[in-house]
């Protein structure tokens, strides 16, 4: 029988190795807020009216391939959706890096500023583009609750855009 070897050290990667690209924070950030989101919206909509949770990344891939041809693609346009949905989510962490790359000083309302970005965001998105520029039918008698859900909702995103800012910053 063989003795292994007592494990006296290991060596681990300097913090200057195991850091990570500037892009891996703003894709895996962005990533991260999306899917969360996504997440946070299939339970509302499930507990509200019973809504399947691919409904969810399907009325965004209505947003292009527009309402009856999203609801039809079954499982492929609610991967499409959900990669569209992160894809949007990662370039405003992307702006917001670029933002606070040019004006340091948000860097001390991480708070504030984050959630006022993410809040304007979704005005930005929701508000004018999808209902003016999408293929998608857009509802326009929401409930209230879920008005104010989305703009808690985006101004958490905001906020992790800018904790993400703040950490490629400090890296």
């Known amino acids: 029988m063989h003795a292994r070897p007592a494990l006296t050290h290991v060596e681990l990667p300097s913090p200057a190795a195991r850091a990570w690209p500037r892009w891996a924070w703003i894709a895996g950030g962005g990533t991260a807020l999306a899917l969360a989101d996504l997440v946070f919206a299939a339970a509302y909509w499930f507990l509200h009216s019973g809504t399947s949770p691919m409904r969810i990344p ?22 499409f959706g959900t990669v569209l949905y992160c894809a949007v989510i990662v370039a405003m962490a992307a702006a917001y890096a670029r933002i606070a790359a040019r004006w340091p000083r948000v860097h001390a309302h991480v708070a504030s500023i984050g959630v006022a970005y993410g809040v304007a965001c979704y005005a930005l998105v929701l508000r004018l583009l999808v209902p003016e520029f999408s293929a998608a039918t857009v509802a326009h008698d929401l409930p209230l609750e879920w008005t104010i859900a989305c703009v808690a909702a985006w101004g958490g995103i905001g906020f992790g855009c800018a904790l993400i800012a703040r950490a490629m910053r400090l890296r």
């Open 58 to 79: 399907q009325s965004i891939a209505a947003w292009v391939l527009g309402t009856p041809a999203a609801r039809a693609g079954g499982v492929e346009t609610a991967a």
